[in-house]
C-alpha cells in the first residue's frame, strides 16, 4: 500500500487542522493506520491508531481529547482533526499502515508502510 498525508500548514495556538493519509494499492480496509509525529530533534512517537473497521480508536495521552482519528474507507483515507494545538504540537506528522494486533498499534517499529510526512508548524 502507498501511502500519503497531506493537510498540514501553519497555524496559530488554539486553531484547528485536519490532516489525510490517502491510500493507494492493497486494500486500504484490511489495515491498521496510525499517525506518528516527529518534531525537530527528537524520536518519532506515536498520536493515534485506528483499527480496519473504525471501531477502535487509541490516542496518546498528550493528545486524548483534542485529536480525533477517523477512517472513510470508501473514499481509501484516513484523516487527523486537530483540535485546540499547542505550540508543541509543531511536528513533521506521519500516517502509517500495516496489519496489527491492537496491543501494538502504538509500537512505530511494527508499521511497514509510510507516508512522506507532512509539517505542522503551530506558532504561540
Known amino acids: 500500500v502507498q501511502l500519503q498525508a497531506s493537510g498540514g500548514g501553519l497555524v496559530q495556538a488554539g486553531g484547528s487542522l485536519r490532516l489525510s493519509c490517502a491510500a493507494s494499492?492493497?486494500?486500504?480496509?484490511?489495515?491498521?493506520v496510525g499517525w506518528f509525529r516527529q518534531a525537530p530533534g527528537k524520536e518519532r512517537d506515536f498520536v493515534a491508531a485506528?483499527?480496519?473497521?473504525?471501531?477502535?480508536?487509541y490516542y496518546a495521552d498528550s493528545v486524548k481529547g483534542r485529536f480525533t482519528i477517523s477512517r472513510d474507507n470508501a473514499k481509501n483515507t484516513a484523516y487527523l482533526q486537530m483540535n485546540s494545538l499547542k505550540p508543541e504540537d509543531t511536528a513533521v506528522y506521519y500516517c502509517?499502515?500495516?496489519?496489527?494486533?491492537?496491543?501494538?498499534?502504538?509500537?512505530?517499529?511494527?508499521?511497514?508502510?509510510w507516508g512522506q510526512g507532512t509539517l505542522v508548524t503551530v506558532s504561540s
Open positions: 502509517a499502515a500495516d496489519f496489527l494486533s491492537r496491543d501494538r498499534v502504538g509500537v512505530r517499529e511494527e508499521y511497514a508502510y
Open positions: 494499492g492493497r486494500t486500504f480496509s484490511t489495515y491498521t
Open positions: 485506528i483499527t480496519r473497521s473504525g471501531g477502535s480508536r
